[in-house]
């Protein structure tokens, strides 16, 4: 009954691999969204998806790469993965994009991925 | 207790008092603002939203006060519990897209 899933929940991996975060929710919603925390526990978004189509690409590198293949799923593939990209990655969904100023819809979070990159 | 949520700043409350966690968004032009709570190991979680033509808005134990004039967002807890200890983060719908910035948080730590 998990509303908003990842796998894996730890990714150990070396320099220079490629590496995917998968994510599934069951909600319904149209808009799914990835975020990156760090070590710091600053949370800060990178990609946001809406019925399969981009519409929040955040300054991240080319190496990130998020694939939506339906609107239940967003999935995020990393190349060459680097010391600095270890960080827990959380997955969320919304019902749908705002649709006027000062609407929103809330976001529904996964458990996170916890990436180390050695 | 208070804090002003900067570099993750510890609040350590008893159990049983107030808690009031503190926030400063920088942009004047976002219109939604909203608190998430993140327990050890989890995701971040939905607790109380404000649009920025509210200054108030209360719901079970929890309050929230926006200050457009000064840019500060607070969380009040009442009656702050063992459960309420996690990370607090304010965030701001900073354009179209529900584009969320969230604040550094603040870690709540009740004391029994």
């Known amino acids: 009954d998990t509303a908003v899933s990842q796998t894996p929940k730890y990714l150990v991996t070396q320099m220079g691999n490629d590496k995917s975060i998968k994510c599934e929710q069951n909600?319904?919603?149209?808009?799914m969204y990835w975020y990156k925390q760090d070590s710091k526990k600053f949370l800060k978004i990178m990609f946001s998806?809406?019925?399969?189509?981009?519409?929040i690409n955040e300054t991240v590198p080319n190496r990130f790469s998020p694939k939506s293949p339906d609107k239940a799923h967003l999935n995020l593939h990393i190349n060459s993965l680097e010391l600095g990209d270890s960080a827990v990655y959380f997955c969320?969904?919304?019902?749908?994009?705002?649709?006027?100023?000062?609407?929103?819809?809330?976001?529904?979070f996964g458990p996170g991925t916890r990436l180390t990159v050695l | 207790g208070e804090s002003v949520g900067l570099h993750l700043p510890t609040l350590s409350v008893q159990e049983g008092d107030n808690s009031i966690i503190n926030c400063a968004y920088s942009?004047?032009?976002?219109?939604?603002f909203i608190w998430y709570k993140q327990e050890s190991g989890k995701g971040p979680q939905f607790i109380i939203d404000?649009?920025?033509?509210?200054d108030k808005r209360q719901g079970q134990r929890v309050t929230v006060l926006l200050n457009k004039t000064v840019k500060h967002l607070s969380l009040q807890i009442a009656a702050t519990q063992p459960g309420d200890s996690a990370v607090y983060f304010c965030?701001?719908?900073?354009?179209?897209?529900?584009?969320?910035?969230f604040g550094t948080g603040t870690q709540l730590k009740v004391e029994l």
């Open positions: 998806y809406n019925n399969k189509e981009l519409i």
């Open positions: 404000i649009r920025s033509n509210m």
């Open positions: 909600l319904g919603h149209d808009t």
């Open positions: 942009n004047s032009a976002s219109d939604y």
């Open positions: 965030a701001e719908n900073t354009g179209g897209g529900n584009k969320l910035t």
């Open positions: 969320a969904s919304s019902p749908g994009l705002s649709e006027a100023r000062g609407a929103y819809n809330e976001q529904f």
